[in-house]
């Protein structure tokens, strides 16, 4: 069991940067791989990027996102990052934390444990 709190949403402008937090409680944190997810008023839920259990070398990003957005996690605290750079008007969305125990996955479906969402918005 796994609960999932995001923050660091806001808004900013085109070209400018923001950094996300999922703060995590739960069992055995550095076991689970870890995603974020984002839904744009009407339209469905999608990838952004995922990371590893271990956090050491495995990353995956949507193509919409990379060279951007940066995946990062610090078991220590328990927390997951996304930073965002060079945000453009079409990376406003609700952004939502998820885990599941072990493997990353590009699916939603694949993953167990959500966080509530928080919105970003990317001004013109």
């Known amino acids: 069991q796994v609960q999932l709190v995001e923050s660091g949403g806001g808004l900013v402008q085109a070209g400018g940067s923001l950094r996300l937090s999922c703060a995590a409680s739960?069992?055995?944190?550095?076991?689970?791989?870890m995603g974020w997810f984002r839904q744009a008023p009407g339209k469905e839920r999608e990838f952004v990027t995922a990371i590893s259990w271990s956090g050491a070398g495995s990353t995956y990003y949507a193509d919409s996102v990379k060279g951007r957005f940066t995946i990062s996690r610090d078991n220590a605290k328990n927390t997951v990052y996304l930073q965002m750079n060079s945000l453009k008007p079409e990376d406003t969305a609700v952004y939502y934390c998820?885990?599941?125990?072990?493997?990353?996955?590009?699916?939603?479906?694949?993953?167990?444990?959500w966080g509530q969402g928080t919105q970003v918005t990317v001004s013109s």
């Open positions: 998820a885990a599941r125990y072990l493997g990353p996955a590009m699916k939603e479906s694949e993953y167990s444990f």
């Open positions: 739960g069992r055995t944190f550095s076991s689970y791989a």
